[in-house]
C-alpha cells in the first residue's frame, strides 16, 4: 500500500465518505447528523487527528495553501467582509465533501456557483 493510501487526509476522506446521505443537524458530530465542522472533526479523529471544534478555530490551525491537495480543509464565508462559517474537505479532481443544511453529507464541486465565490482560503494540516 503507498504512503498516499494510508495517510491522514487520505484516511479522513475515506471516513467522510461512508457518512454520504446522513442529515445536517447543528451541532452534530455523529451518525444522528453532522454539521459541516462536526464531519471534518469526526473524519479527522478516524484518521488519528484531533482537531477543534468549530470551523472559526479550525481556520486558525494548519498552514494556508493555494494549491489545494486532497485531504486539505477549505473553508467559506458568506461574503469577504464575514467571519468563516463553513468548511469542507477537499477530496481531489475538483470535489470537496462537506455538511449543509440543504443536502447533509454531500459531495459537491469547488466551482459549484453557490460555493465558489464564497470561498475564502484552504489549510493544509
Same mark, same amino acid.
Given at each position: 500500500?503507498?504512503?498516499?493510501?494510508?495517510?491522514?487526509?487520505?484516511?479522513?476522506?475515506?471516513?467522510?465518505?461512508?457518512?454520504?446521505?446522513?442529515?445536517?443537524?447543528?451541532?452534530?458530530?455523529?451518525?444522528?447528523?453532522?454539521?459541516?465542522?462536526?464531519?471534518?472533526?469526526?473524519?479527522?479523529? @478516524? /484518521?488519528?487527528?484531533?482537531?477543534?471544534?468549530?470551523?472559526?478555530?479550525?481556520?486558525? &490551525?494548519?498552514?494556508?495553501? =493555494? *494549491?489545494? #491537495?486532497?485531504?486539505?480543509?477549505?473553508?467559506?464565508?458568506?461574503? @469577504? /467582509?464575514?467571519?468563516?462559517?463553513?468548511?469542507?474537505?477537499?477530496?481531489?479532481?475538483? &470535489?470537496?465533501?462537506?455538511? =449543509? *443544511?440543504? #443536502?447533509?453529507?454531500?459531495?459537491?464541486?469547488?466551482?459549484?456557483?453557490?460555493?465558489?465565490?464564497?470561498?475564502?482560503?484552504?489549510?493544509?494540516?
Amino acid at each position: 500500500m503507498s504512503e498516499a493510501a494510508t495517510s491522514p487526509q487520505t484516511k479522513a476522506i475515506a471516513a467522510a465518505k461512508t457518512q454520504l446521505g446522513i442529515k445536517y443537524q447543528w451541532g452534530g458530530m455523529s451518525s444522528r447528523g453532522y454539521d459541516c465542522s462536526g464531519l471534518i472533526k469526526y473524519a479527522y479523529a @478516524k /484518521a488519528g487527528k484531533t482537531l477543534p471544534r468549530t470551523t472559526v478555530e479550525m481556520y486558525k &490551525k494548519g498552514t494556508r495553501v =493555494t *494549491s489545494l #491537495k486532497a485531504g486539505d480543509l477549505m473553508f467559506f464565508a458568506p461574503n @469577504k /467582509a464575514s467571519r468563516v462559517t463553513h468548511a469542507s474537505i477537499y477530496m481531489g479532481s475538483g &470535489k470537496m465533501i462537506h455538511s =449543509t *443544511s440543504s #443536502k447533509g453529507v454531500s459531495i459537491a464541486s469547488t466551482s459549484n456557483p453557490y460555493w465558489k465565490p464564497k470561498f475564502v482560503g484552504a489549510k493544509r494540516l
